[in-house]
């Protein structure tokens, strides 16, 4: 055997991140060190795999490339003169991988939440909190798109209910969908990549360049598109019951430059934005940076004017029905367009102003879960509140499927009578050979008549070119 056979094969270099557990970092740095004793042996510390040290030293790494960590800094671990990774304090050695210092990886935006999560206890709390929410979310946000989809074919397939107003309901729901379907997508593609038994160097969207950028991306442009549409549902409504903006006819262009147009031109400038001025990983906090106003500033000025909406047609509405009436049906009408525009209160956006406010971290974990569990509930079962009012309570698509079943049952009848018929007819072989006799009789009559009929008509037209009474009888 030569001695280029016996060589040990070339040690493929890894990121320190990318060992996953304490003897991948021992096996990986059996041959690392050849220096004095004592020294520190190589350990993990569950983030990231430290080589071997020089006792006394203090050991530094770049930053790992997380989410929420800025990877141009550095993380420290020290070794004690007798070849001990330090703890906390220097004469803690209670762990024998020893303390890491982190501090200096996080972003100021997470080591100021991290500041505010308080006590150790406290953010363990709080952690499972914010775990319990994204299990609500992932509920709600199926409930929500289940409802959408309904909702959709029911208004594209009912052609009775293809009109101005449902028009600018689907276009809502789409937006809706859009938003519903990316987030799904997002979440339970991280539930699939950080399980515990999933393999160390999965890829999922959360840490593939451009394509994590390219989902949030859609999650805002979809979150944009519902606020417009939004915009357009409360000036419509405004429109029947006051003077409208706009004379003439609805122009639908208009409207799908204001639904749709509008937000893709806000969304591409703060994703510029973002991508030239924020550099973290996926874009991590950027709903903490000064930019995304780009896209929050419109929205809160889509809730203001159309709770103003919203006040001018009660306001109308309150004023029709304290005035004269005819009959009480007129009455009754205004009443229930009343309590419809209070229940339209949500639908405008107005619950989305909850979602806009900053996270009570600070507070109790009492405080942060009623806040955190509300919050969630009302963002991902909008899309179910929207179809129960504007679709599956709505009277007029109550009655169209209720006619529809009627038909459906109607028919569905029909057929069962018609072949219980035949069936009993087949079965009874002297029904059969009744219904066989009849049906024979039934033609020689009918052809009697008919040549009685042809034989009158053929005396009809011969008197009526000239012949005599008699030859006609012949």
Known sequence: MNASDEQEPVQVRLQPWSIKSNASCV??????????????????????????????STVKLPCPPFKGIDPSKFAYKSCSDDGRWSGKSPDDFSRPQGYTNYSNCFLPVLKNLLEKLGSDEERKLKFMIAEGTRTMELIGWSISLLS???SLFIFFHFKKLQNHRTRIHRNLFVAMLIQVLVRLTVYVDQAIVRKPDVGDHRRGIDNTPVLCETFYTMIEYGRTSMFMWMFIEGLYLNNLVSVPFFQGPIS????????????MLMTALWALVTAIYHQTQCWWGYSFTPFYWVLEGPRFTVIAVNILFLLNILRILITKLRGPHENPREAAKVKKSVRAALVLLPLLGITNSFNMMTSPVHRSPLEFGLWSYITTFLRSCQGLFVCCIYCFFNDEVKRTLRHFWRLKAAARRGGRRRSTRTASLFDNPSLLELARRETGLAVRLHASRDSQVTLSSGRRAVVGLGVGREQAEL
């Open 27 to 56: 096996h990986y740095h059996r041959n690392s060190w050849d220096g004095s004793e004592p020294f520190c042996a190589a350990t993990f510390d569950n983030i990231m795999c430290w080589p071997p040290s020089e006792s006394g």
């Open 148 to 150: 959408l989809l309904v």
């Open 252 to 263: 639908y262009t208009l409207y799908y430059l204001l639904g749709w147009g509008l937000p």
